[in-house]
């Protein structure tokens, strides 16, 4: 029996130990906070995750919430009008070929933790340090680092070369509310885009209230540019007073959002986070002192800002990539030959187009971005192709970052839209 040994109980660290635990590995999976801690704390994401993400997590029978309220079923993009304050400039919506979902993640973690626990899978609880993982490497075959962002991936050194940005792009402010009336046109998330300003997110999901019981909520996610004018929520210290002022500036300047927000209020005391992610991609491979080898996983090597939504699923596909590998490498050893080739894989084949999507999204949108979202608003294939990519950001290139392909996809779907009328 292999054994494996994975630091960080979070989307990518739980996915992948339940995988390797159901195909007989022997799994220690290392934590630094109990269930109770994760269903206690603060929140963590927004978490909501697309439908190929999604179904990694079917494979291995983890979607224990689905089915219980917040689905994701559509998507809508909205521009503000940067000339005429309150009015939208821009707006398109498609309904998603397949269904996102968002469980909070203290309610999955805890879940998931559990779960492992009672199918056999060691847990150690404990904060992990770079002495203890030497421990660890020393008595497993692999070990792994899903440490998100903790300081634990200060082991893991930056990738110059895919990491544009060396600072937070976006301030970012999240309360989750319920109480939001039920939306129109199906329930999914609302995109808006505020020239100039940043970005708010509204995306339904899952929760749990006081007693236990499914609670579906919405997140809003508000994403400011550092010194930007929707940047003026750094100092509160209360989630009741952030929820009423992130209303309020959606009453003022977003105002198609603020009807069924009307009689929102924050799920619980815990309901709200703040701060900024640092965007950077790692090389996976860090050298402990004693010379043995550890790879990371998830946002320790490849962390997004949250805009996209991409980062649940980035990790959730990189738990199944890396589950595949580990099962095809047999009986060899998992060298660093290996975990290069396994993360670069990964990257080339997946990851790299979720960053440059992501990086491209945290800059002004260029002209032929906004003429695509302009005739998004007339062609519903234009609208459906930007919004179920989504689920597979590959999808968007390579018109996103090549003005006369966009030109091009454009124009094929505007003439087949006008012959088709
Ligand atoms: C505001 C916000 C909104 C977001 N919205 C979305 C979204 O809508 N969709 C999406 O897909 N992604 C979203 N993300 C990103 C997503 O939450 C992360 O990318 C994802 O959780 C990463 O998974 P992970 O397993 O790599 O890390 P995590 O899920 O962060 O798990 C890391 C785990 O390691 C533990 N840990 C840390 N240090 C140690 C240590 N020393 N010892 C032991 N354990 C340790 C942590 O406690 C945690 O349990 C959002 C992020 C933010 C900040």
Known sequence: MRKVAIVGAGQAGLQLAHGLLQKGFSVTLVSDRTPEQFEQGRVLSTQCIFGDGLDTERRLGLNHWEGQGGEVETFSVNVAH????????????????????AVDQRVKFAGWLRAFQEAGGTVVMQAATPESVDDLAATHDLTLI???????????????????????????????????????????????LIPGAGEIFIIPGLTQDEQGRP??????????????PMDIFRDVKDPQELTAKLKDYIQQVIPWEAERLK????????????????PEVRFPVATLPSGRPVMGLGDTVIVN???????????????????TRILERGDQPFDEAWMTQTFEDFYNDYAQFTCMWTNAMLAPPPEHVLNYFGAAQNVPSLAGLFCNAFNRPRTLFPWLGDPQAAADLVAEHTARAQANA
């Open 82 to 101: 940067p000339g005429v304050p309150g009015e939208r400039l821009m707006h398109f919506s498609s309904p998603l070929e397949f269904h996102g979902h």
């Open 146 to 192: 899903s440490a998100g962002k903790g300081d634990l991936g200060k082991l893991f050194r930056k990738n110059p070369e895919r990491t544009p940005y060396d600072a937070p792009q976006r301030q970012c402010s999240l309360v989750y509310v319920r109480n939001a009336a039920p939306r129109k046109n199906g329930q999914g998330v609302s995109a808006n």
């Open 215 to 228: 609670l579906a909520y919405d997140s809003l996610l508000f994403e400011a540019i550092p010194g930007g």
């Open 263 to 278: 009689d929102a209020e924050l799920t619980d005391a815990q309901a709200w986070l703040m701060g900024g992610v640092k």
């Open 305 to 323: 800002d949250p805009i996209t939504g991409q980062g649940s699923g980035t990790a959730a596909k990189a738990a199944d990539h890396y589950l």
